[in-house]
């Protein structure tokens, strides 16, 4: 009974999503409450979700002080110099600024949060995007992607809780699966720069007087100049063409995250707030301090330095509260059904069906059974229930048939590049909130190429021989 209304609450709220008929912060509270009264947990609901929105809050208050510091920065300048340089890097081609996009959240990940890693990438690159007229989805998908992928470092989450469940060495579970990883990562720039050619193609189409009308050469890879008038600058051709004929509108710099003419620029200070900047991610690499109360520290010293009047310190934190309430609000709501799935003993039942349903024959090849069982369960259910509650179970089947821990435990982080879309993942809703993108038209371009990275990822392993069978 448990385990049919557990998997049938998160394909609910995932069907809810993907067709629009419910918002995400809606369906992560109504669902899990309707299938919870279903579960008879009736007045204990509220303490089941009050018990895991206790321990959301200090995520809560990382992603609102977050996103608030780095909307500072942004509005003082600090990364227009970055994303001048990118798209130096890149040129003008969208096919080359969403491979930019998957190099610059691989070198990003590297400090294994994915919080920092989104907030970042997206403040850099959005506004190219912008710029450009490229789909913010498209972001989304490929930051997403890479970020999952490389989620399997062994600073990062999954990787240190499988060695602590399994008693073995995160090292010893990462350093085989180097090749895997590197396998996997080329799937991802495939995969970007499938999506880049895609962009590239759309913008000819729906921007001829643009891009040019060559698919071939460098046609799209610079835009054109209409006769008289401004220079070869993509910001300055998409200005020019801003309006037209028929009345509707273009993309301009206007009203973009780095509009040059913005009155909240702060030149003089760009050494200050890069050096500002520069101590909270070594601080936070090196994790001394609590990242919500590090970035808490960060935004008042931003806030007084920047903007010592009172009055304007008050209409940057107005400026910023629509993307702080929306990304707030999902993960906070998001404490609604790890609440219901925590506390109706859904995702114990769930957990012990996976278990039951192997058959005694598949044994010897539980490592890759593993593999595959941790692509659903991790995105229905938090990396510690999967690994901690889930992960000693299947080990200890396992060694029945001479299968090593160590095995099950690579196996096991293969499903990371599907686990980080899922809606229990704060980071992928402050993802997808800063980008201005649906989550449910992040999942329906991520989630398909997501399971293949998984499937390579843990294919390419047995193939290099450190996932064995027994």
Known sequence: MLVALG???????????????????????????????????????????????????????????????????????????????ILKLVGNDPAKVVIGTALLTAVISLDGDGSTTFIVVTAALLPVYQRLGMSPVVLTCVAGLTNGTLNVVPWGGPTARAAAA??????????????????????????????????????????PEVWGTELGGGALNRPKTPAGGPGSSPV???????????????????????????????????????????AIMVLLIIDVVPLSYLFMVGTGIALVVNFPKVSDQ?????????????VVSMVLAAAVLTGVLSGTGMVDAMSAWLVDIIPD?????????????????????????????????????????????????????????????????????????????????????VLWRALVVSLVMLASGVLFGVIHMG
């Open 361 to 445: 024959s598949m044994g010897p090849y539980l490592a890759v059974l593993t593999g595959l069982i941790s692509v659903p369960a991790t995105f229905f259910m938090s990396n510690d229930a999967f690994y901690f509650g889930v992960l000693p179970v299947l080990t200890e089947a396992g060694a029945h048939f001479g299968i090593d821990a160590v095995d099950m435990a690579r196996a096991s982080i293969t499903g990371q590049p599907v686990h980080m879309q899922s809606p229990l993942v704060p980071a992928i809703l402050l993802l997808v909130s800063m980008a201005k993108v649906d989550l449910g038209d992040h999942h329906k371009k």
């Open 236 to 278: 300055a051709v998409l200005e020019a063409v801003a309006t037209k004929g028929d009345g509707s509108e273009r993309p301009t710099m206007d009203g973009t995250a780095l509009d040059p003419n913005r009155e909240t620029l702060r030149p003089k200070l760009f050494i200050f707030n890069l050096v500002l900047t520069v």
């Open 166 to 207: 399994l008693g073995v060495e995160a090292t010893d579970i990462f350093v085989p699966m180097l090749p895997s990883l590197g396998v996997a990562l080329v799937v991802v720039g495939i995969f970007a720069w499938q999506l880049g050619l895609s962009e590239r193609r759309r913008l000819h189409r729906e921007m």
């Open 7 to 85: 998997f049938l609450m998160v394909a609910t709220f995932m069907v809810l999503i993907m067709t629009k008929r419910m918002t995400p912060m809606l369906a992560l509270i109504i669902v899990p409450t309707v299938f919870g009264l279903f579960a008879g947990a009736g007045l204990g609901l509220g303490d089941m979700v009050m018990d895991a929105v206790k321990s959301m809050s200090g995520t809560a208050a990382l992603l609102m002080f977050a996103i608030m510091y780095f909307g500072i920065m942004i509005d003082v300048g600090l990364f227009d110099k970055l994303v001048a340089a």
């Open 314 to 326: 008050m209409k940057m934190i107005t400026a910023h509260s629509s993307e702080i309430i929306a």
